[in-house]
């Protein structure tokens, strides 16, 4: 004997306004995923074509289901603190100016930048880690006077 059919039912227009916005502009590529799969289950797509269009799991998308059935949109929302934590922190003193010393000592080759920072900080990190890092910082790598 099989399961009941699994379907998203009821959704008013206000909602699917919403889903169909989160959608196509959603920040986050996992939140318009969401935001597209319950858009198909109303359109009564089952649960084996679902997880296979998402590339995922039945339980992800039971999960997506009942996010969406106990908190609405926002149930489809990252959580705070989800995802990969940063290697390097803009909140620690310390980290920020051994790096800007570092990338001020070597401006011109952030791969031995890289390898002070494995050394000294016993932190091991990509070159373009480093780059974004030194974005956020809102410098180039170079200029480092103004401290």
């Known amino acids: 004997m099989s399961r009941k059919k699994k379907y998203i039912e009821n959704l008013t227009e206000t909602e699917i306004v919403a889903l169909k916005k989160g959608h196509k502009h959603g920040d986050q590529f996992q939140f318009r995923n969401r935001c597209e799969c319950i858009l198909l289950s109303y359109e009564?797509?089952?649960v084996s074509s679902l997880y296979i269009r998402f590339k995922t799991t039945p339980l992800t998308i039971y999960?997506?289901?009942?996010?969406w059935e106990v908190a609405g949109i926002e149930g489809l929302k990252n959580k705070p603190g989800q995802g990969r934590k940063s290697k390097l922190k803009q909140e620690?003193?310390?980290q920020v100016t051994k790096v800007k010393e570092l990338v001020k000592n070597e401006p011109q080759n952030l791969n031995k930048v890289v390898g002070q920072i494995k050394e000294t900080l016993n932190i091991d990190l990509h070159k373009k880690t480093l780059i974004r890092f030194l974005k956020k910082l809102n410098t180039d790598g170079s200029d480092f006077e103004g401290d």
Not at 63 to 67: F, G
Request: aromatic content about 10%; cysteine-free; overall charge negative.
């Open 44 to 46: 009564q797509h089952d």
């Open 63 to 67: 999960k997506w289901i009942k996010a």
């Open 92 to 94: 620690d003193e310390s």
